[in-house]
């Protein structure tokens, strides 16, 4: 199994089949006392915190430069690696890495379909042993703009037909009843899909079948020839949107960091209920 040939969506037995192949980096991004529990073989534990950063009131940011290349390199990911990264609550902290190696232009990566619960259900192995600690080098960060959006970027395509705002919060976010920033309500124009319902919650959070999958944005309009936006409140559960429309093949996707807690907090931005 070469790690160049692992596709986006990976499920456990092809991993397990790989465990300690060169070249394949396991990441655990999600509580630090579970992974302490028992973990993948071999799968080193990168703190989420260390992906974002707040600025106030605003969530999910990137982090600057040295602080990310210095997170990654210290999880063992180089450029060169095969990175398969997952958590334990459904795959969101999992794809937050997974775009943020996205946005640096990295070719290696894969999502562990449904996560530790998965890897649980059918009875794979675990281990409480933390790995050797990985190279210094840092991790050379160079964003590739086109693969993210601003409040800036947003307001220059709103209601524009070439686009497509998604929105990966609940419907009760969506709709402003669940308030978590200064103001309530959605992205003019923003489609509402929640992130779970990609999700296949009786089969241990793996995800549902593509076809499924792009029945359900299709149907909503959330279309391959447009170019997708997503977002949520601090672009956590979008960047799960995100890597599934990846996965499904759609070619123009941007995250937008920071997300209705940018958009929400800010003073000036339309906003619809």
């Not at 006392?33 to 534990?45: C, D, F, I, S, T």
């Not at 937050?96 to 070719?107: E, K, N, V």
């Not at 649980?120 to 703009?145: F, H, I, Q, T």
């Not at 958009?263 to 209920?273: M, Q, R």
């Amino acid at each position: 199994m070469a790690g160049a040939a692992l596709p986006l969506i990976v499920d456990s037995h092809t991993v397990q089949a790989g465990l300690g192949r060169e070249g394949l980096v396991l990441v655990d991004v999600g509580a630090a006392v579970r992974y302490r529990e028992g973990h993948l073989p071999g799968a080193v534990h990168l703190d989420y915190g260390t992906l974002i950063a707040d600025d106030g009131p605003v969530q999910g940011l990137l982090p600057g430069t040295q602080r990310l290349g210095a997170a990654l390199a210290a999880s063992g990911i180089t450029p060169a690696t095969h990175v398969v990264a997952y958590d334990d609550e459904g795959g969101p902290k999992a794809c937050r890495l997974l775009w943020t190696l996205d946005l640096l232009g990295h070719a290696g990566m894969s999502l562990l379909n449904g996560g530790l619960p998965a890897w649980l259900s059918e009875g794979r192995p675990l281990d409480n042993r933390a790995p050797a600690a990985a190279a210094a080098a840092a991790y050379p960060v160079d964003v590739d703009g086109d693969k993210l959006a601003d409040r800036a970027y947003i307001l220059q395509r709103l209601h524009q037909s070439g686009t497509v705002l998604l929105d990966a919060r609940s419907p009760d976010e969506y709709s402003g009843r669940d308030l978590r920033a200064r103001r309530g309500g959605h992205i003019p124009g923003a489609v509402n899909i929640e992130w779970r319902e990609a999700v296949d919650r009786r089969r241990e959070t793996r995800l549902r079948p593509a076809a499924e999958l792009q029945e359900m944005y299709v149907h909503a309009g959330v279309t391959p020839d447009k170019e997708i936006i997503t977002y949520c409140h601090s672009h956590r559960r979008s960047a799960h949107t995100y890597i599934v429309l990846k996965a499904l093949g759609y070619p123009r996707l941007r995250g937008y960091p920071g997300s209705w807690s940018d958009w929400g907090n800010a003073p000036d931005t339309p906003v619809e209920l």
